[in-house]
């Protein structure tokens, strides 16, 4: 079993940056496809952005032009570029494997005050 691992997250205030990574942990696994969700206390789990395989990317709305996804194949990494950021984006941060895999990260904590 492959255990991603997020790192990054903490507390901002409104409008400043964070910079996310999701790795896999203890494991060969090569990294490629990989969708950070986001969960709020009582809000539905939100997919935030998407990496394909092939390094095609895309956003929710909600964070289209302040967040930004990207892969380092070199070290086996993706990360979750955010700024600008708002107090609605506070929210535990979870990576998730793409198909054909489905590995979870146990996620990382962003809270952004006002």
């Known amino acids: 079993q492959v255990q991603l691992v997020e790192s990054g997250g903490g507390l901002v205030q409104a409008g400043g940056s964070l910079q996310l990574s999701c790795a896999p942990s203890g494991s060969t696994f090569r990294i490629n496809g990989v969708d950070w969700y986001r969960q709020a206390p009582g809000k539905q789990r939100e997919l935030v952005a998407i990496?394909?395989?092939?390094?095609?990317?895309n956003y929710a709305a909600s964070v289209k032009g302040r967040f930004t996804i990207s892969r380092d194949s070199a070290k086996n990494t993706v990360y979750l570029q955010m700024n600008s950021l708002k107090p609605e984006d506070t929210a535990v941060y979870l990576c998730h494997t793409r198909p054909p895999y489905n590995y979870w990260g146990q996620g990382t904590q962003v809270t952004v005050s006002s």
């Open positions: 990496i394909t395989t092939g390094g095609t990317t």
